[in-house]
């Protein structure tokens, strides 16, 4: 069969799979803890659940206007307001399924043939394919563990190119849990304003699970990058509403209408009922969300406590999301392995019970992903094989 130049070059999912590696597993009857989970384990709050169900029985089930309800667009405007002090007006919004979906209407719309996004590494594993998908090429700028993988503005500036169409920012960022601080985020606008021809994208989707302080956006401490800037955002993280399918994303509304164009033939917009329910979550009460983070940065110091005690794992406990960023260069070789073998690493994991994301799928190697979206007791047993594997004894389970 012959397929579309657009998808040769773009990678199947190394989570996907491992999640199905998984799924085998447990059919199979054999017990493995999961530490890959990219999505809340608390359910949507009650009263978000409700709102769907007052929007299905009144009969709000036709198609949806293709940018986003009025009271949903409303309610993500005065999200922006409370949040950020940003504001925004009814055309600079569109509500997609998904903010996945909202990243991948900005590509769409605005990459050619060999236009250049510039993504600071590691990476969450999706944007590099969507830029390819969207004809574009991604260029990656390294952060560290030692610097709490804050983005360094020289490096950024080298990456800059007269093709560079975006950069990316993601903070709180998967799977590093870093959150940009004031100091890189002033580093980074001062190198925008060398470079007029470059927009941002910041997917703020963690933005909700901050453990030390609020999370700031760009805008806040550069407002002048106003008309070069789309903030992405939803309610799948910090709504628990994963399976709702439901993002949204502001910036210049000439932007917005070039994205909502690629919507139009594509999804025709986000479901009537998930509009309604997050029209509620973000207009209700917000004390779930509140005690999801609060049960967030708990386990992260649960975890942050059994890493310590592993000898030859590094890692900086993270100030924000679910997950935690494990360097693991040190340990591999003491087990037989290549320091960047991490997917061999994570093999044997499996085999001791405990599946986790290999860092390659980061662009990471030599690290590993721990997901802290699970139950205590989860991510106590799972630690304590993963100590277990470093120190060699796999066998004696
Ligand atoms: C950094 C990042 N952005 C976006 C998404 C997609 O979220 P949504 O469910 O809103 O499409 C994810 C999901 O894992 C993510 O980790």
């Not at 990243?103 to 990476?123: C, H, R, S, W």
């Not at 190198?191 to 030390?212: K, T």
């Not at 405990?354 to 030599?366: D, H, L, R, S």
Request: proline fraction near 6%; charge should be negative.
């Amino acid at each position: 069969m012959s397929l579309s130049r657009r998808i040769e070059g773009v990678g199947t999912s190394i989570i996907l799979a491992m999640l199905e590696k998984e799924a085998t597993l447990r059919e199979q009857g054999i017990e493995i803890i999961s530490l890959t989970a990219g999505e809340p384990d608390f359910p949507t709050p009650r009263h978000v659940v409700a709102a769907a169900r007052v929007a299905m029985d009144k009969g709000d089930t036709r198609y949806p206007p293709l940018t986003g309800t009025a009271a949903l667009k409303q309610a993500i405007i005065g999200k922006f307001i409370s949040d950020y002090g940003l504001e925004f007006g009814l055309r600079s919004i569109i509500v997609s399924t998904g903010s996945k979906q909202a990243i991948y209407n900005a590509f769409m719309a605005t990459l050619d043939q060999g236009d250049e996004v510039v993504i600071p590494k590691p990476y969450w594993t999706s944007y590099p394919d969507m830029v390819r998908v969207a004809a574009g090429v991604p260029i990656f700028v390294e952060t560290h563990v030692s610097q709490r993988f804050q983005l360094d503005a020289d490096l950024l500036n080298h990456a800059i190119s007269p093709r560079t169409k975006w950069i990316l920012l993601n903070s709180p960022g998967n799977p590093t849990g870093a959150i940009y601080n004031e100091e890189t985020l002033r580093g980074v606008a001062e190198v925008l304003r060398r470079h007029q021809h470059v927009r941002i994208l910041c997917d703020d989707i963690y933005e909700h699970i901050a453990f030390e302080q609020p999370v700031r956006n760009i805008l806040q401490v550069a407002p002048d990058l106003g008309d070069r800037c789309l903030i992405v955002n939803g309610v799948s993280k910090a709504y628990a509403m994963t399976g709702w399918r439901l993002g949204y994303a502001a910036g210049p509304p000439e932007l917005i209408q070039a994205m909502a164009v690629i919507q139009s033939q594509s999804t025709s917009g986000a479901s009537t009922l998930s509009q309604a329910a997050a029209v509620a979550a973000l207009t209700g009460p917000q004390e779930d969300r509140i005690a999801a983070c609060e049960a967030y940065r708990r386990r992260r110091d649960l975890v942050a406590s059994h890493l310590l005690r592993i000898h030859g794992l590094d890692f900086t406990p993270p100030d924000g999301a679910f997950y935690v960023l494990v360097d693991c260069r040190e340990a591999l070789p003491e087990i037989g392995l290549r320091k960047d073998e991490d997917p061999a690493f994570v093999a044997r994991l499996f085999e001791a019970g405990v599946a986790v994301i290999p860092g390659t799928a980061f662009g990471a190697p030599g690290f590993i992903r721990l997901s802290f979206a699970t139950a205590d007791a989860q991510i106590e047993r799972g630690l304590v094989r993963l100590a277990t594997v470093v120190a060699g004894r796999s066998d004696s389970l």
